[in-house]
């Protein structure tokens, strides 16, 4: 079945960098493309990034945009999330989720179908 | 940036009940609208994309409706492991993506 890991999350001091890792398995990883979204505490979902599944293509949203980066190893089935200059604001729960499109649909989508089950940041001092 | 505002906040029903949750988006956004579920402690769950196609393995209870500006997600008879929080969530020219505020849906 479709399996969607991810991990290092943790505490880390406003300013710092930290990177997340998203381990896929079940599934043809580089056929489709993957998804970061997080979710602050008691709020809503916030998309932060795509990948496309060849690497070609990455955007972000303009809250995230110039700090963090989006990659991938496709010979190792993981998603990565590299953050820099981390904020108060950054502090959520980061899922990674599979696009519902892939090479052999439509093209990446914007659909997130699975989703991991979250990794915790928490930017304090 | 497309917002979408769903109503109502909260919804109260009971088991067994018809649900209707909806979603209106600040400008078109053609069928380009997905519900997700999420329920406490859990990841979200893709319920319907394209504003009406059921995802895989989700139950025909649940069905999607509208285009444009207003949408709407129903839940025919609702069961107990349907109280949750509903998103719906647009794509059109994406990216950006955004998502609506959420709908909690409790037991009554």
């Known amino acids: 079945q479709v399996q969607l890991v991810e991990s290092g999350g943790g505490v880390v001091q406003p300013g710092r960098s930290l990177r997340l890792s998203c381990a896929a398995s079940?599934?043809?990883?580089?056929?489709?493309?993957m998804h970061w979204v997080r979710q602050a505490p008691g709020k809503g979902l916030e998309w932060v990034a795509v990948?496309?599944?060849?690497?070609?293509?990455?955007y972000y949203p303009d809250s995230v945009k110039g700090r963090f980066t989006i990659s991938r190893d496709n010979s190792k089935n993981t998603l990565y999330l590299q953050m820099n200059s981390l904020r108060a604001d950054d502090t959520a729960v980061y899922y990674c989720?599979?696009?519902?499109?892939?090479?052999?649909?439509?093209?990446?989508?914007?659909?997130?179908?699975?989703w991991g089950q979250g990794t915790l940041v928490t930017v304090s001092s | 940036e497309i917002v979408l505002t769903q109503s109502p906040a909260t919804l109260s029903l009971s088991p067994g009940e018809r649900a209707t949750l909806s979603c209106r988006a600040s400008q078109s956004v053609s069928s380009y609208l997905a519900w997700y579920q999420q329920k406490p402690g859990q990841a979200p769950r893709l319920l319907i994309y394209?504003?009406?196609n059921r995802a895989t393995g989700i139950p025909a209870r649940f069905s999607g409706s509208g285009s444009g500006t207003d949408f709407t997600l129903t839940i025919s008879s609702l069961e107990p492991e349907d109280f949750a929080v509903y998103y719906c969530?647009?794509?059109?020219?994406?990216?950006?993506?955004?998502f609506g505020q959420g709908t909690r849906l409790e037991i009554k």
């Open positions: 969530q647009q794509r059109s020219n994406w990216p950006p993506v955004t």
């Open positions: 394209d504003a009406s």
């Open positions: 079940g599934f043809s990883f580089s056929s489709h493309g």
């Open positions: 990948i496309w599944y060849d690497g070609s293509n990455k």
């Open positions: 989720a599979r696009d519902l499109g892939g090479v052999a649909a439509a093209g990446t989508l914007g659909w997130f179908d699975p």
